[in-house]
């Protein structure tokens, strides 16, 4: 369903009955809004609610995963990083406590580009927080409001907000990673791989602060739109449309530049950050995948591969999964964001 709203509130609303209680993020629309608040469609068909119904069929035991801030972990939240596409855009921001510039994560929550929210990313947010990393979960625009390359543009902006403001949150600006989840994994691998990204960084704020990433974290999203696998799943005539077609504005065959554009695959090489895959047992959200590593091998790159088996796709939201997902994009940054990047 799809909502036009003037203003979002996020409230926390008590789940029981899947191993005692559980905290959900739930987005609601208040027609009042605050005075003058831009307008903007809303598409609620991915929450946590949704996906541990839909998993939790399969999976009784599974849980909401849920982490508390340590001592001395701090979290600012609804800080606006940008004012300039008709209404603000957020991010909350969870800093470790430490007495020098700690490295930093942009985490970018999923929802087939059309749904979500950065609510689904704080579990890992705080995690990451707690391991010593900055961590800042984003909102950025989605298909309802903005097709392609409008959320891509956000995260740039993004990135350059972090930067410019590493002084106020403790950020080291040479060693920043992004995180991404389904589609936010593709967003994130692709804003990962264009170390020159003109028509995606010359708009927004903070121009001339530079948008690149020491390293990627892609948590079961494709990177490749043109693959066999990718096109049975995201060009299915039978979808209408499909989430892609929905996020580009047309099917494959109507807006192929865009779709090939849009694909991390083709921009791999020497220049490409370390990566770090975990992937469900689903195999259409692995579209790309060996091809992107055979490519980063190639070239001398480090890459991780994690497959968690027999798993639903959204399985970073739920325990037991998120634990092992957690620990490993922890360890993974810790390896390779060691040093100061360029």
């Not at 909102?139 to 590493?166: Q, T």
């Not at 001339?208 to 999203?221: C, E, F, K, M, T």
Request: charged residues 15%; negative net charge.
């Amino acid at each position: 369903m799809v909502l036009s709203c003037g203003h979002i509130k996020v409230l926390q609303v008590a789940m029981m009955g899947v191993k005692g209680a559980a905290w959900l993020m739930v987005s609601v629309c208040l027609m009042g809004g605050a005075a003058g608040a831009a307008q903007h469609p809303v598409d609620d068909s991915f929450t946590v609610a949704k996906a541990l119904a839909k998993a939790g069929q399969d999976h009784p035991d599974i849980q909401v995963a849920s982490v508390a801030p340590e001592a001395g972990v701090s979290v600012v939240r609804n800080l606006v990083y940008r004012n300039d596409v008709g209404r603000a855009l957020h991010v909350d921001v969870f800093s470790p406590k430490s007495d020098k510039p700690a490295p930093a994560v942009l985490l970018v929550h999923g929802g087939g580009w059309a749904s979500g929210a950065r609510s689904h990313q704080e579990p890992m947010a705080t995690h990451l927080a707690n391991s010593g990393f900055v961590a800042v979960t984003v909102e950025y625009r989605l298909s309802p409001e903005a097709k392609y390359p409008a959320g891509m543009s956000d995260l740039h902006a993004a990135v350059r907000w972090l930067r410019a403001n590493a002084d106020v949150y403790g950020v080291d600006t040479g060693r920043v990673a992004i995180l991404g989840c389904s589609s936010g994994a593709q967003m994130a691998a692709l804003l990962g791989v264009m170390t020159d990204a003109p028509g995606y960084a010359a708009d927004g704020p903070y121009q001339g602060v530079p948008s690149r990433v020491q390293a990627i974290v892609n948590i079961d999203g494709i990177v490749s739109f043109t693959t066999p696998m990718a096109l049975k799943h995201e060009n299915d005539p039978a979808k209408q449309p499909s989430a892609a077609e929905a996020w580009f504005g047309g099917r494959y065959e109507q807006a192929t530049e865009l779709w090939e554009q849009a694909s991390p695959l083709a921009y791999v090489g020497n220049q490409t950050p370390p990566t770090l895959f975990i992937n469900s047992s689903q195999p259409r959200f692995h579209a790309g995948r060996d091809d992107y590593i055979a490519r980063l091998d190639g070239a001398g790159v480090y890459s991780e591969v994690h497959t968690l088996p027999n798993t639903p796709h959204p399985f970073w939201l739920f325990d037991p999964w998120f634990e092992s997902t957690a620990f490993w994009v922890a360890a993974f940054l810790g390896r390779v964001l060691t040093s100061p990047g360029s």
